[in-house]
Protein backbone atom coordinates (compact mmCIF):
# COMPACT_ATOMS: atom_id res chain seq x y z
CA UNK A 1 0.00 0.00 0.00
CA UNK A 2 1.46 3.59 -1.31
CA UNK A 3 0.73 6.69 1.54
CA UNK A 4 1.42 9.85 0.02
CA UNK A 5 1.24 11.56 3.44
CA UNK A 6 1.05 11.02 7.34
CA UNK A 7 -2.57 10.62 8.46
CA UNK A 8 -1.73 12.82 11.95
CA UNK A 9 0.11 15.61 12.33
CA UNK A 10 1.61 18.58 10.42
CA UNK A 11 4.63 19.38 7.61
CA UNK A 12 7.54 20.48 9.33
CA UNK A 13 8.02 24.40 9.45
CA UNK A 14 10.03 25.10 6.02
CA UNK A 15 13.57 26.36 6.41
CA UNK A 16 15.52 29.20 3.99
CA UNK A 17 18.19 26.30 3.43
CA UNK A 18 15.36 23.99 2.38
CA UNK A 19 16.03 22.51 -1.22
CA UNK A 20 13.58 20.55 -3.35
CA UNK A 21 15.86 17.52 -4.87
CA UNK A 22 14.46 15.06 -8.00
CA UNK A 23 13.52 12.26 -5.55
CA UNK A 24 10.91 15.50 -3.95
CA UNK A 25 10.03 16.00 -7.63
CA UNK A 26 9.27 12.55 -8.63
CA UNK A 27 7.19 11.79 -5.14
CA UNK A 28 4.79 14.66 -5.78
CA UNK A 29 4.41 13.41 -9.28
CA UNK A 30 3.04 10.02 -7.83
CA UNK A 31 1.00 11.82 -4.79
CA UNK A 32 -0.79 13.77 -7.41
CA UNK A 33 -1.31 10.86 -9.57
CA UNK A 34 -2.96 8.81 -6.82
CA UNK A 35 -5.06 11.79 -5.76
CA UNK A 36 -6.42 11.75 -9.10
CA UNK A 37 -7.92 8.22 -9.13
CA UNK A 38 -9.97 9.13 -6.03
CA UNK A 39 -13.31 10.22 -5.84
CA UNK A 40 -14.37 13.97 -5.70
CA UNK A 41 -16.61 14.63 -2.57
CA UNK A 42 -19.37 16.64 -3.34
CA UNK A 43 -18.98 20.19 -2.01
CA UNK A 44 -21.88 21.00 1.30
CA UNK A 45 -23.63 24.06 0.21
CA UNK A 46 -25.83 26.30 2.86
CA UNK A 47 -29.62 26.01 2.74
CA UNK A 48 -29.36 29.89 2.34
CA UNK A 49 -27.33 29.99 -0.66
CA UNK A 50 -28.55 31.14 -3.70
CA UNK A 51 -29.27 28.69 -6.66
CA UNK A 52 -27.26 29.23 -9.82
CA UNK A 53 -26.70 27.64 -12.96
CA UNK A 54 -22.92 27.12 -12.13
CA UNK A 55 -21.64 25.53 -9.15
CA UNK A 56 -19.53 27.95 -6.86
CA UNK A 57 -15.55 27.40 -7.31
CA UNK A 58 -14.02 26.84 -3.99
CA UNK A 59 -11.48 29.27 -4.80
CA UNK A 60 -14.12 31.89 -3.93
CA UNK A 61 -14.50 30.43 -0.25
CA UNK A 62 -13.38 32.65 2.85
CA UNK A 63 -10.00 31.03 4.10
CA UNK A 64 -12.20 30.93 7.81
CA UNK A 65 -14.74 28.08 6.15
CA UNK A 66 -11.96 26.14 4.41
CA UNK A 67 -11.18 22.88 5.34
CA UNK A 68 -7.41 22.26 7.21
CA UNK A 69 -6.49 20.16 4.33
CA UNK A 70 -7.03 23.44 2.15
CA UNK A 71 -5.33 25.47 4.25
CA UNK A 72 -2.27 23.84 4.43
CA UNK A 73 -1.78 23.67 0.56
CA UNK A 74 -2.49 27.99 0.40
CA UNK A 75 0.25 28.23 2.92
CA UNK A 76 2.57 26.06 0.93
CA UNK A 77 2.60 28.74 -1.79
CA UNK A 78 3.87 31.03 1.24
CA UNK A 79 6.26 28.84 2.00
CA UNK A 80 8.07 29.09 -0.88
CA UNK A 81 10.19 32.41 0.17
CA UNK A 82 11.20 29.81 2.88
CA UNK A 83 12.17 27.15 0.72
CA UNK A 84 14.83 29.12 -1.33
CA UNK A 85 18.44 29.52 -0.57
CA UNK A 86 20.09 31.50 1.73
CA UNK A 87 22.22 33.42 -1.50
CA UNK A 88 18.88 34.11 -3.74
CA UNK A 89 17.15 35.15 -0.33
CA UNK A 90 20.24 37.63 0.24
CA UNK A 91 20.22 38.33 -3.09
CA UNK A 92 16.65 39.69 -2.74
CA UNK A 93 17.30 41.54 0.45
CA UNK A 94 19.95 43.41 -1.02
CA UNK A 95 17.38 45.62 -2.93
CA UNK A 96 15.62 45.76 0.02
CA UNK A 97 15.55 48.60 2.64
CA UNK A 98 16.20 47.77 6.50
CA UNK A 99 13.01 49.10 6.99
CA UNK A 100 11.53 46.55 4.31
CA UNK A 101 13.60 43.89 6.49
CA UNK A 102 12.39 45.24 9.83
CA UNK A 103 8.66 44.41 8.55
CA UNK A 104 9.22 41.38 6.80
CA UNK A 105 11.16 40.02 10.17
CA UNK A 106 7.39 40.64 12.07
CA UNK A 107 5.24 39.08 9.67
CA UNK A 108 5.77 35.51 10.54
CA UNK A 109 7.67 33.64 13.20
CA UNK A 110 9.98 31.56 10.61
CA UNK A 111 11.28 35.26 9.23
CA UNK A 112 11.92 36.49 12.24
CA UNK A 113 14.08 33.85 14.07
CA UNK A 114 16.19 33.87 10.84
CA UNK A 115 16.35 37.88 10.68
CA UNK A 116 17.13 38.69 14.15
CA UNK A 117 19.56 36.38 14.46
CA UNK A 118 23.53 36.73 14.01
CA UNK A 119 23.20 34.73 10.95
CA UNK A 120 21.87 37.19 8.91
CA UNK A 121 23.75 40.14 9.60
CA UNK A 122 25.41 39.89 6.13
CA UNK A 123 21.72 40.20 4.92
CA UNK A 124 21.32 43.52 7.15
CA UNK A 125 24.71 44.90 5.85
CA UNK A 126 23.88 44.86 1.98
CA UNK A 127 20.22 46.55 2.87
CA UNK A 128 22.35 49.60 5.16
CA UNK A 129 24.42 49.85 1.68
CA UNK A 130 21.95 49.71 -0.63
CA UNK A 131 19.67 52.11 1.11
CA UNK A 132 23.12 54.64 1.53
CA UNK A 133 22.87 54.71 5.14
CA UNK A 134 25.82 55.06 7.66
CA UNK A 135 27.27 51.44 8.49
CA UNK A 136 25.10 50.31 11.99
CA UNK A 137 27.46 51.53 15.16
CA UNK A 138 29.08 49.12 17.24
CA UNK A 139 27.08 50.23 20.26
CA UNK A 140 23.68 48.86 18.46
CA UNK A 141 22.69 45.43 16.48
CA UNK A 142 21.39 45.89 12.87
CA UNK A 143 17.51 45.30 13.65
CA UNK A 144 18.02 47.79 16.74
CA UNK A 145 19.26 50.38 14.35
CA UNK A 146 16.71 49.96 11.85
CA UNK A 147 14.07 50.16 14.65
CA UNK A 148 15.66 52.99 16.10
CA UNK A 149 15.64 55.11 12.63
CA UNK A 150 11.70 54.10 11.25
CA UNK A 151 9.83 53.11 14.04
CA UNK A 152 7.86 55.80 15.36
CA UNK A 153 6.56 54.15 18.70
CA UNK A 154 8.53 55.82 22.01
CA UNK A 155 11.24 53.62 23.24
CA UNK A 156 10.49 54.54 26.83
CA UNK A 157 6.62 53.54 27.10
CA UNK A 158 5.87 52.35 23.40
CA UNK A 159 3.11 54.78 22.76
CA UNK A 160 3.40 55.52 18.76
CA UNK A 161 3.01 59.69 19.27
CA UNK A 162 6.72 59.87 19.74
CA UNK A 163 8.09 62.63 17.70
CA UNK A 164 11.37 63.33 19.11
CA UNK A 165 14.13 61.04 17.20
CA UNK A 166 17.32 61.90 19.31
CA UNK A 167 20.05 60.03 17.61
CA UNK A 168 22.79 61.07 19.78
CA UNK A 169 20.94 59.55 22.66
CA UNK A 170 19.88 56.16 20.62
CA UNK A 171 15.87 56.54 21.48
CA UNK A 172 13.18 57.58 20.30
CA UNK A 173 10.73 59.16 22.72
CA UNK A 174 6.99 61.12 22.95
CA UNK A 175 7.17 64.47 24.39
CA UNK A 176 5.72 63.35 27.78
CA UNK A 177 9.00 60.78 28.09
CA UNK A 178 11.01 63.40 26.40
CA UNK A 179 10.52 65.65 29.33
CA UNK A 180 10.55 63.04 31.87
CA UNK A 181 13.80 61.02 31.22
CA UNK A 182 16.02 63.66 28.88
CA UNK A 183 18.10 65.69 31.48
CA UNK A 184 21.41 67.78 31.68
CA UNK A 185 24.35 67.13 32.93
CA UNK A 186 23.79 69.12 35.46
CA UNK A 187 20.70 67.74 36.65
CA UNK A 188 21.26 64.70 36.62
CA UNK A 189 24.82 64.36 38.82
CA UNK A 190 22.50 66.94 41.09
CA UNK A 191 23.51 66.32 44.11
CA UNK A 192 27.07 65.75 43.21
CA UNK A 193 29.24 62.92 45.79
CA UNK A 194 32.39 64.87 47.67
CA UNK A 195 34.21 61.44 46.74
CA UNK A 196 34.43 62.06 43.35
CA UNK A 197 37.02 65.16 41.45
CA UNK A 198 35.96 66.55 38.96
CA UNK A 199 38.56 64.28 36.34
CA UNK A 200 36.28 61.39 38.13
CA UNK A 201 33.08 62.67 36.73
CA UNK A 202 34.06 63.66 33.66
CA UNK A 203 34.71 60.20 33.46
CA UNK A 204 31.47 59.15 34.38
CA UNK A 205 29.77 61.42 32.21
CA UNK A 206 31.56 59.56 28.72
CA UNK A 207 30.45 56.14 30.08
CA UNK A 208 27.21 57.31 27.52
CA UNK A 209 26.41 59.02 24.84
CA UNK A 210 25.39 62.15 25.30
CA UNK A 211 23.47 64.77 22.94
CA UNK A 212 27.18 66.78 21.74
CA UNK A 213 28.38 64.64 19.19
CA UNK A 214 30.18 67.86 17.66
CA UNK A 215 33.12 67.43 21.03
CA UNK A 216 33.95 63.55 19.27
CA UNK A 217 37.13 65.29 17.97
CA UNK A 218 38.51 66.82 20.94
CA UNK A 219 36.65 63.98 23.40
CA UNK A 220 39.80 63.43 25.16
CA UNK A 221 39.95 67.16 26.36
CA UNK A 222 36.37 67.69 27.46
CA UNK A 223 36.25 70.00 30.27
CA UNK A 224 33.52 68.98 33.18
CA UNK A 225 31.49 72.48 32.22
CA UNK A 226 30.93 71.34 28.57
CA UNK A 227 30.12 67.67 30.00
CA UNK A 228 27.37 69.09 32.10
CA UNK A 229 25.91 71.35 29.60
CA UNK A 230 25.25 68.02 27.44
CA UNK A 231 21.95 66.09 27.76
CA UNK A 232 21.46 62.26 28.60
CA UNK A 233 18.69 59.80 28.67
CA UNK A 234 18.64 59.12 32.08
CA UNK A 235 17.77 55.13 31.98
CA UNK A 236 20.67 54.63 30.37
CA UNK A 237 22.75 56.60 32.38
CA UNK A 238 21.64 54.74 35.76
CA UNK A 239 21.92 51.73 34.39
CA UNK A 240 25.73 52.37 33.33
CA UNK A 241 26.49 53.90 36.14
CA UNK A 242 25.01 51.20 37.94
CA UNK A 243 27.66 48.81 36.46
CA UNK A 244 30.76 51.42 37.04
CA UNK A 245 29.75 51.36 41.17
CA UNK A 246 29.74 47.15 40.81
CA UNK A 247 32.83 47.14 39.69
CA UNK A 248 34.47 49.15 42.27
CA UNK A 249 35.78 46.39 44.10
CA UNK A 250 37.64 44.96 41.41
CA UNK A 251 39.82 48.36 40.18
CA UNK A 252 41.70 46.90 36.92
CA UNK A 253 37.47 45.23 35.63
CA UNK A 254 36.15 48.71 36.26
CA UNK A 255 38.96 50.15 34.48
CA UNK A 256 38.24 47.85 31.46
CA UNK A 257 34.88 48.69 31.69
CA UNK A 258 35.49 52.52 31.47
CA UNK A 259 37.98 52.12 28.23
CA UNK A 260 35.19 50.01 26.46
CA UNK A 261 32.26 52.72 27.26
CA UNK A 262 35.03 55.44 26.33
CA UNK A 263 35.48 54.09 22.74
CA UNK A 264 31.65 53.33 22.45
CA UNK A 265 31.07 56.88 23.43
CA UNK A 266 33.33 58.15 21.08
CA UNK A 267 32.31 56.44 18.25
CA UNK A 268 28.94 56.55 18.43
CA UNK A 269 29.44 60.43 18.43
CA UNK A 270 31.31 60.05 15.17
CA UNK A 271 28.50 57.81 13.77
CA UNK A 272 26.15 60.18 15.10
CA UNK A 273 27.54 62.84 12.88
CA UNK A 274 27.19 60.78 10.12
CA UNK A 275 24.10 59.72 10.27
CA UNK A 276 22.71 63.39 11.66
CA UNK A 277 23.96 64.57 7.78
CA UNK A 278 22.01 61.33 6.12
CA UNK A 279 18.83 62.11 8.01
CA UNK A 280 19.09 65.69 6.86
CA UNK A 281 19.29 64.44 3.70
CA UNK A 282 16.92 62.00 3.84
CA UNK A 283 14.31 64.92 4.84
CA UNK A 284 15.47 67.16 1.87
CA UNK A 285 14.94 64.69 -0.50
CA UNK A 286 11.35 63.55 0.92
CA UNK A 287 10.36 67.45 0.92
CA UNK A 288 11.92 67.52 -2.82
CA UNK A 289 9.50 64.09 -3.76
CA UNK A 290 6.49 65.82 -2.03
CA UNK A 291 7.23 68.86 -3.91
CA UNK A 292 6.93 67.20 -7.16
CA UNK A 293 4.04 65.20 -6.47
CA UNK A 294 2.59 68.49 -5.88
CA UNK A 295 3.77 69.72 -8.62
CA UNK A 296 2.48 66.78 -11.11
CA UNK A 297 -1.06 66.84 -9.34
CA UNK A 298 -1.35 70.79 -9.54
CA UNK A 299 -0.43 70.55 -13.57
CA UNK A 300 -2.53 67.54 -13.74
CA UNK A 301 -5.60 69.50 -12.56
CA UNK A 302 -4.60 72.56 -13.96
CA UNK A 303 -4.49 70.82 -17.44
CA UNK A 304 -8.20 69.10 -16.80
CA UNK A 305 -9.82 72.33 -15.91
CA UNK A 306 -8.47 73.80 -18.99
CA UNK A 307 -9.73 71.08 -21.31
CA UNK A 308 -13.39 72.21 -19.23
CA UNK A 309 -13.30 75.96 -20.88
CA UNK A 310 -11.44 77.36 -18.13
CA UNK A 311 -8.28 79.59 -18.04
CA UNK A 312 -5.34 80.45 -16.30
CA UNK A 313 -6.61 83.34 -14.80
CA UNK A 314 -9.33 81.52 -13.62
CA UNK A 315 -6.58 80.18 -11.45
CA UNK A 316 -5.35 83.11 -10.04
CA UNK A 317 -5.83 82.85 -6.15
CA UNK A 318 -5.22 86.19 -5.10
CA UNK A 319 -8.63 87.21 -4.44
CA UNK A 320 -9.34 83.74 -2.31
CA UNK A 321 -11.11 83.85 0.89
CA UNK A 322 -9.98 81.74 3.57
CA UNK A 323 -12.68 78.98 3.60
CA UNK A 324 -12.33 78.26 -0.10
CA UNK A 325 -9.25 76.19 0.18
CA UNK A 326 -8.10 75.89 -2.85
CA UNK A 327 -4.64 75.55 -2.74
CA UNK A 328 -5.27 72.81 -0.05
CA UNK A 329 -7.19 70.69 -2.57
CA UNK A 330 -4.84 71.15 -5.31
CA UNK A 331 -1.43 71.01 -3.92
CA UNK A 332 -1.23 68.03 -2.25
CA UNK A 333 1.65 65.33 -2.37
CA UNK A 334 -0.31 62.32 -3.74
CA UNK A 335 -0.77 61.72 -7.36
CA UNK A 336 -4.49 62.40 -9.13
CA UNK A 337 -6.47 59.07 -9.39
CA UNK A 338 -9.91 59.01 -11.30
CA UNK A 339 -11.82 58.92 -8.32
CA UNK A 340 -10.12 61.66 -6.67
CA UNK A 341 -10.53 64.22 -9.54
CA UNK A 342 -14.38 62.97 -9.55
CA UNK A 343 -14.77 64.37 -6.48
CA UNK A 344 -12.42 67.27 -6.66
CA UNK A 345 -13.54 69.55 -9.91
CA UNK A 346 -17.34 70.17 -8.94
CA UNK A 347 -15.79 71.44 -5.74
CA UNK A 348 -13.02 73.43 -7.59
CA UNK A 349 -15.62 74.54 -10.29
CA UNK A 350 -17.48 76.49 -7.59
CA UNK A 351 -14.91 77.96 -6.36
CA UNK A 352 -13.47 79.11 -9.60
CA UNK A 353 -17.44 80.92 -9.97
CA UNK A 354 -16.93 82.48 -6.74
CA UNK A 355 -13.64 83.95 -8.24
CA UNK A 356 -15.45 85.15 -11.09
CA UNK A 357 -18.16 86.77 -9.07
CA UNK A 358 -15.74 88.43 -6.30
CA UNK A 359 -13.12 89.40 -9.55
CA UNK A 360 -16.77 91.11 -11.30
CA UNK A 361 -17.43 93.14 -7.93
CA UNK A 362 -14.03 94.27 -7.74
CA UNK A 363 -13.34 95.53 -10.98
CA UNK A 364 -16.78 97.36 -10.81
CA UNK A 365 -15.48 99.36 -7.42
CA UNK A 366 -12.38 100.09 -9.59
CA UNK A 367 -14.82 101.43 -12.51
CA UNK A 368 -16.58 103.17 -9.33
CA UNK A 369 -13.65 105.17 -8.06
CA UNK A 370 -12.74 106.15 -11.64
CA UNK A 371 -15.73 107.54 -12.40
CA UNK A 372 -15.55 109.41 -8.91
CA UNK A 373 -11.79 110.68 -9.48
CA UNK A 374 -13.06 111.93 -12.90
CA UNK A 375 -15.89 113.94 -11.29
CA UNK A 376 -14.02 115.28 -8.70
CA UNK A 377 -11.07 116.44 -11.67
CA UNK A 378 -13.54 118.16 -13.24
CA UNK A 379 -15.60 119.89 -9.83
CA UNK A 380 -12.23 120.97 -9.29
CA UNK A 381 -11.65 122.68 -12.42
CA UNK A 382 -15.17 124.41 -11.92
CA UNK A 383 -14.43 126.08 -8.46
CA UNK A 384 -11.13 126.82 -9.42
CA UNK A 385 -12.96 128.93 -12.41
CA UNK A 386 -16.33 130.34 -10.41
CA UNK A 387 -15.96 132.66 -7.92
CA UNK A 388 -19.16 133.77 -7.27
CA UNK A 389 -19.91 131.84 -4.33
CA UNK A 390 -17.98 130.43 -0.95
CA UNK A 391 -17.44 126.87 -1.34
CA UNK A 392 -18.53 124.73 1.42
CA UNK A 393 -19.10 121.46 0.25
CA UNK A 394 -16.31 118.19 1.05
CA UNK A 395 -14.95 115.90 -1.89
CA UNK A 396 -16.45 113.29 -0.12
CA UNK A 397 -19.61 114.86 0.80
CA UNK A 398 -20.25 115.38 -2.80
CA UNK A 399 -19.99 111.85 -3.85
CA UNK A 400 -22.46 111.51 -1.48
CA UNK A 401 -24.80 113.62 -3.66
CA UNK A 402 -27.75 111.71 -5.34
CA UNK A 403 -27.42 113.57 -8.75
CA UNK A 404 -23.49 112.24 -8.14
CA UNK A 405 -24.35 108.97 -7.65
CA UNK A 406 -26.32 108.27 -10.52
CA UNK A 407 -22.84 109.42 -12.49
CA UNK A 408 -20.29 107.51 -10.88
CA UNK A 409 -22.80 104.10 -10.08
CA UNK A 410 -23.72 104.32 -13.86
CA UNK A 411 -21.54 101.37 -15.33
CA UNK A 412 -22.91 101.95 -18.93
CA UNK A 413 -20.95 105.62 -18.74
CA UNK A 414 -17.01 105.74 -19.73
CA UNK A 415 -14.74 106.61 -17.37
CA UNK A 416 -13.41 109.77 -19.40
CA UNK A 417 -17.19 111.25 -19.49
CA UNK A 418 -17.22 115.15 -20.49
CA UNK A 419 -17.83 117.81 -18.19
CA UNK A 420 -21.78 118.32 -20.13
CA UNK A 421 -22.83 115.83 -17.57
CA UNK A 422 -21.75 117.91 -14.50
CA UNK A 423 -24.64 120.72 -15.15
CA UNK A 424 -27.17 119.50 -12.73
CA UNK A 425 -24.71 118.58 -10.07
CA UNK A 426 -23.27 121.93 -10.29
CA UNK A 427 -25.85 124.14 -9.39
CA UNK A 428 -26.60 121.66 -6.78
CA UNK A 429 -23.18 122.34 -5.30
CA UNK A 430 -23.78 125.87 -5.34
CA UNK A 431 -27.05 126.36 -3.95
CA UNK A 432 -25.77 123.66 -1.02
CA UNK A 433 -23.15 125.85 -0.43
CA UNK A 434 -24.58 129.22 -0.16
CA UNK A 435 -27.51 127.23 2.23
CA UNK A 436 -24.52 126.57 4.20
CA UNK A 437 -23.17 129.60 4.51
CA UNK A 438 -26.67 131.53 5.60
CA UNK A 439 -27.01 128.59 8.26
CA UNK A 440 -23.58 129.85 9.46
CA UNK A 441 -24.76 133.49 9.41
CA UNK A 442 -28.12 132.85 11.13
CA UNK A 443 -26.10 130.64 13.92
CA UNK A 444 -24.08 133.38 14.69
CA UNK A 445 -26.58 136.56 14.94
CA UNK A 446 -27.68 135.27 18.49
CA UNK A 447 -24.20 135.03 19.90
CA UNK A 448 -23.83 138.93 18.72
CA UNK A 449 -26.93 139.61 20.55
CA UNK A 450 -25.48 138.22 24.08
CA UNK A 451 -22.93 140.76 24.11
CA UNK A 452 -25.03 143.72 22.77
CA UNK A 453 -27.57 145.59 23.46
CA UNK A 454 -29.11 144.95 20.34
CA UNK A 455 -32.63 143.11 19.48
CA UNK A 456 -31.71 140.30 17.19
CA UNK A 457 -35.26 141.28 15.40
CA UNK A 458 -33.28 145.09 14.82
CA UNK A 459 -29.60 143.51 13.52
CA UNK A 460 -28.85 143.87 9.79
CA UNK A 461 -26.95 140.56 9.71
CA UNK A 462 -24.67 141.26 7.00
CA UNK A 463 -23.13 144.66 7.85
CA UNK A 464 -22.81 143.95 11.77
CA UNK A 465 -21.33 140.31 10.93
CA UNK A 466 -18.75 141.94 8.72
CA UNK A 467 -18.14 144.71 10.51
CA UNK A 468 -13.98 145.48 10.88
CA UNK A 469 -14.77 146.19 14.53
CA UNK A 470 -16.22 142.87 15.26
CA UNK A 471 -14.29 139.76 16.28
CA UNK A 472 -14.93 136.28 17.19
CA UNK A 473 -12.68 133.33 19.24
CA UNK A 474 -12.30 130.07 17.47
CA UNK A 475 -11.52 127.25 20.17
CA UNK A 476 -8.78 125.38 18.27
CA UNK A 477 -7.51 123.52 21.43
CA UNK A 478 -9.01 123.45 25.08
CA UNK A 479 -5.58 125.70 25.46
CA UNK A 480 -5.90 128.67 23.38
CA UNK A 481 -8.44 131.14 21.39
CA UNK A 482 -7.91 133.13 18.31
CA UNK A 483 -9.63 135.95 17.30
CA UNK A 484 -11.01 136.23 13.85
CA UNK A 485 -13.52 137.51 11.26
CA UNK A 486 -16.12 136.51 9.70
CA UNK A 487 -14.50 136.85 6.44
CA UNK A 488 -11.73 134.95 7.81
CA UNK A 489 -14.09 132.52 9.21
CA UNK A 490 -15.27 131.75 5.42
CA UNK A 491 -12.04 132.30 3.38
CA UNK A 492 -10.98 129.17 5.89
CA UNK A 493 -13.69 127.55 5.22
CA UNK A 494 -13.51 127.53 1.23
CA UNK A 495 -9.46 126.88 1.39
CA UNK A 496 -10.43 123.76 3.66
CA UNK A 497 -12.88 122.68 1.16
CA UNK A 498 -11.03 123.30 -1.89
CA UNK A 499 -8.23 121.35 -0.54
CA UNK A 500 -10.15 117.95 0.18
CA UNK A 501 -10.59 118.25 -3.79
CA UNK A 502 -7.17 117.50 -4.14
CA UNK A 503 -6.97 114.44 -1.26
CA UNK A 504 -10.61 113.67 -0.59
CA UNK A 505 -9.94 113.91 3.51
CA UNK A 506 -12.53 111.53 4.82
CA UNK A 507 -14.32 113.80 7.70
CA UNK A 508 -17.44 115.36 7.59
CA UNK A 509 -18.49 118.92 7.19
CA UNK A 510 -19.60 118.74 11.15
CA UNK A 511 -16.55 118.07 11.92
CA UNK A 512 -14.53 120.50 9.73
CA UNK A 513 -17.22 123.38 10.87
CA UNK A 514 -18.84 124.18 14.10
CA UNK A 515 -20.85 127.20 15.56
CA UNK A 516 -20.70 125.79 18.70
CA UNK A 517 -17.48 126.65 19.02
CA UNK A 518 -17.43 130.43 17.85
CA UNK A 519 -17.33 133.04 20.78
CA UNK A 520 -18.02 136.75 19.40
CA UNK A 521 -15.96 139.16 20.82
CA UNK A 522 -17.85 142.59 22.59
CA UNK A 523 -17.01 145.40 19.86
Known sequence: MVTTRKSTGRLPPPRLDQNLDQGQDSEDEEEVEIEAQRPKKRRKTSKGTRKSGVEADASFIPTSVVNPGSRRRQAGKLALIMSMPVDVFCEIAAHLSPEDLLRMARSTKVLRNFL????????????????????CPSDLSSPQYASLIFDKHCTHCNSVRSSRLEVGLRVRLCKKCHNKNVRYGLKLMSPKP????????ISILKLVPG????????????TLDVMLELKYYRPTFESTFEKYQALGCTPDKQKVFVEEKHKMTREAWLHTAELDDWLDDIEEQKHEDRQALKSRRKDSILGKLEELGYSRADFNTELDERGWRWNALVEQPRELTDKAWNNLHPRLEQIIHLRREKKAQREKEDRVRAREK????????????DTSFILSVLAPELLEFPLAREIVDNDDLPIEFSLDILYPLKGELIATSNARILEIE??????????????SKDIDKNPILRHATTFFYIDLDSYETTPTTLHKILADLQAQCRNSFNYAFKYSFASLWQPASITPSPS
Open 116 to 135: MSKDSKLIWHKAEEASGMPI
Open 211 to 222: SGYWHAKGFQTL
Open 374 to 385: RLLELVKDFIQS
Open 442 to 455: TNLIPKICSVSSVE
Open 194 to 201: TSLSDSEW
